[in-house]
């Protein structure tokens, strides 16, 4: 692969040109037009990690201004400074040549998005480093390119935000929605009700002084900020300092456990109202954005139905329904945002007829037909459903889900162009319950890149192969921005181990996962926000290398299995058949021995108790493996052979129990390692040695 095929998002045109860009330590950056802060800065930080990655001391630091001299090896020039505001224009356009880059932009956020590709190109050989000559154009298929970041199930420190939007802009997302309220905690200051926080936060929560220090930060990277107020339910931390907005009588508890609460805002009361339109009103002026998200979702509805105040309302206002309720309070909320100029983004619970298209945006996190149901209905909205990142999905998972692209199994009722353009693009969504401060990384990155990429690229550029391979480059990268991806993992093997020597644990846990979709909520329902985040299922990687690698060897020899041996390579054949044969053996052999080193570890680990039995599984299923891999080079050699019909049962037994998830951790090797002892016994006893 060329250094174009890294590129992440794939940029809408890359026409490669003979020669090179050399880096030198006269390297210098001038700026035209109308450069700001945003621009200025970008160049800061793009300098700094050039000589970073270059081991270059520049001769400037910093950008030159006009008039610039000829020789200035990047001019960046943009005509203005862009409004961070959905739809501005991100385009820019990169040519880079033997003596000069030149970057153009309308606005300085399409310079930011250039910058990242160029630094994207940068390669080196023993000549030194240099940028590839090329021709890029390129803008955005999306204008709202998003990431979720609950901080109110786990709270999440301004530096965790701070390093995840360096990411996010390196690879071109421009939304962080941050969602600061549920009932495990009201994460924001407010000073007009400060019991809010007070009562609500345990502490951890964001000063007013901290959020203005994110949203400049993310401002000066392109960044918009949306925050969300969860809204009338997920409502529990609010209720803490001011019960008589509830529905239920109390007394309130603070909530530390998951799933769907009860607890809901009481939208009978007019006093409700008047307390949301100050609150509203104070965090208006705190998130400069002109969308402010609602939340709406998960509303069960029965503090509403247990309430004869609530129940009498909605026979006075002739509301059949909760939806019904729900649908009048979001009116009344849409009131109080349109007074203060802000547009609301809801969740797809709150899609009604009764609500404006012009001011309403729906976020689709059931199903991608309801972002479709909405486009049809005229509202504008975002996907979710498909890009939820805590649900342990493999990237490739992401990036096949297209918003514009029938959902599988769905009729492609297509929407119209005009219907198409309503869907403004979508979010990432990490969601914390089981995501720490320390984990929180090693779940987005770099997932959450391939979904970046979905959302910035054309749709015919989106092709899956290579993703492995780009998504590794671009961790490289995530990782020079602080983000703690890949380094928390031995850390927190160390602590497991509670030793400096973690090979046997990682040798196992490299072929683990973490349990999908809603798993591990299932498994645990006990548990809390203070259940520890330090265990195997913690450090498990999303996907595990180790596994795939490991699959795809054994594909490749049991493909060589396959190959005529009478055609003229079979020589070729017959030896890459025997290095793929000895490479197989040596990996079962480690695997097989594992568990006997990692036992004594396990006896004082009190961490890894839990996945002891999964351990010897593995020792099981490896040992299997070998005695297979022994059987058939018998066959080969024509030895006689005696195959006992009791073996394969006692194999595909120890292969189910390998399969079983304990600790909320799956042995993601044991179908490769089924494919490899099923396929070879099959083909034993189809064999010539065979009795
Ligand atoms: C959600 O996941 N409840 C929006």
């Known amino acids: 692969m060329k250094v174009f095929d890294y590129l992440l998002p794939k940029p809408v045109t890359v026409i490669p040109q003979p020669g090179a860009l050399r880096i030198t330590p006269a390297f210098t950056v001038g700026l035209k037009g109308a450069p700001g802060k945003r621009t200025c800065a970008g160049v800061s930080r793009f300098l700094a990690r050039l000589a970073g990655r270059t081991g270059l001391s520049f001769l400037n630091h910093k950008p030159l201004h006009e008039p610039l001299p000829e020789t200035c090896s990047f001019v960046i020039s943009n005509r203005r400074q862009g409004k961070l505001a959905l739809g501005e224009d991100e385009s820019y356009r990169l040519e880079i040549g033997p003596k000069q880059a030149v970057l153009q932009a309308e606005t300085d956020l399409g310079v930011l998005r250039g910058l990242e590709t160029i630094l994207q190109l940068l390669t080196a050989d023993q000549d030194g480093p240099f940028f590839p000559a090329v021709r890029i154009t390129d803008q955005p298929r999306f204008p709202w390119r ?11 420190p301004v530096e965790v935000i701070k390093r995840n ?85 109390g007394p309130h508890h603070p909530e530390i456990g998951f799933g769907v609460k009860d607890t809901l805002l009481n939208p ?39 309430n004869p105040e609530i129940q009498a309302f909605m026979r006075a206002h002739g509301l059949p329904d909760t939806h019904a309720l729900q649908t009048y309070f979001n009116r009344r909320l849409l009131a109080i945002l349109t007074r203060l100029q802000k547009k ?11 609500l404006p298209t012009s001011t309403v945006v729906i ?8 972002l479709w149901q909405a486009a049809k209905m005229g509202y504008r909205g975002i996907l979710s459903h498909g890009y939820y990142l805590d649900l342990m999905q493999p990237a490739a998972f992401h990036y096949q889900n297209d918003p514009l692209a029938p959902a599988e199994g769905a009729p492609a009722d297509e929407l119209t162009p005009e219907q198409q353009q309503l869907v403004l693009g979508g979010e990432a969504a990490m969601w914390t319950e089981f995501i720490s401060p320390e984990t929180i990384d090693a779940r987005l990155w770099p997932r959450a890149a391939a979904i970046a990429e979905r959302l ?14 780009r998504l590794a480059r671009v961790s490289l990268h995530l990782e020079e921005l602080g983000l703690t991806h890949e380094k928390n993992y031995p850390m927190m093997l160390r602590r497991l181990c509670g030793q400096w020597a973690i090979e046997p644990l990682q040798t196992l846990v490299d072929l683990c996962e973490p349990v999908k979709n809603y798993e591990r909520a299932i498994q645990c329902p006990d548990a809390t926000i203070y259940s520890p985040l330090t265990r195997v299922v913690d450090a498990a990687p ?5 596994a795939r690698r490991f699959h795809q060897l054994v594909r490749r020899y049991l493909s060589t299995l396959e190959q005529d041996p009478t055609v003229e390579a079979s020589n070729t054949q017959a030896g890459e058949n025997e290095s793929l044969w000895r490479e197989i053996k040596a990996q079962l052999t480690v695997w097989h021995k594992n568990h006997t080193a990692l036992e004594p570890i396990i006896k004082s680990a009190p961490l890894l108790h839990e996945i002891r039995s999964l351990s010897a599984a593995l020792a099981r299923i490896a040992g299997l493996g070998l005695d297979i891999l022994a059987l058939w080079a018998k066959q080969q050699n024509n030895e006689p052979l005696t195959l006992d019909p009791t073996f394969f ?32 016994w099959q083909k034993l006893n189809a064999g010539p040695g065979r009795n």
């Not at 998003?146 to 999440?156: K, N, P, S, T």
């Not at 976020?363 to 309801?370: D, G, P």
Request: aromatic letters at 10%.
């Open 363 to 370: 976020q689709a996190w059931r199903s991608k037909e309801r």
């Open 165 to 249: 939007l360096d990411g996010m802009a390196a690879v071109k997302l421009n939304v962080l929605h941050w969602h600061l309220t549920d009932d495990q905690g009201f994460r924001v200051e407010s000073k007009v009700f400060p019991r809010l926080h007070q009562e609500g936060a345990a502490g951890a929560y964001y000063t007013q002084e901290q959020i203005r220090e994110v949203i400049n930060y993310a401002d000066l990277r392109g960044i918009r900020v949306v925050p969300e107020f969860d809204l009338p339910g997920h409502t529990s931390s609010w209720v803490l300092g001011y019960p008589e907005l509830a529905s239920a009588p």
């Open 268 to 306: 009978a009361r007019e006093e409700t109202y008047t307390f949301l339109a100050a609150f509203f009103q104070e965090m208006a002026a705190l998130f400069p954005d002109e969308y402010i998200h609602i939340g709406g979702d998960e509303n069960n509805g029965r503090q509403w139905l247990a």
């Open 344 to 354: 609301m983004v809801g969740w797809d619970e709150i899609l009604a007829a009764a």
């Open 456 to 469: 910035w690229s054309p749709p015919a550029h989106c092709t899956p192969e290579h993703l492995d391979r």
């Open 146 to 156: 998003g990431l979720l970041i609950d901080c109110a199930r786990h709270f999440q």
């Open 542 to 546: 999303t996907e595990a290398k180790a």
């Open 649 to 680: 049962q006692q194999l595909k037994q120890a292969l189910a129990a390998a399969a079983k998830p304990r600790g909320q951790v799956e042995l993601v090797v044991v179908p490769a390692i089924a494919e490899l002892v099923e396929t070879l």
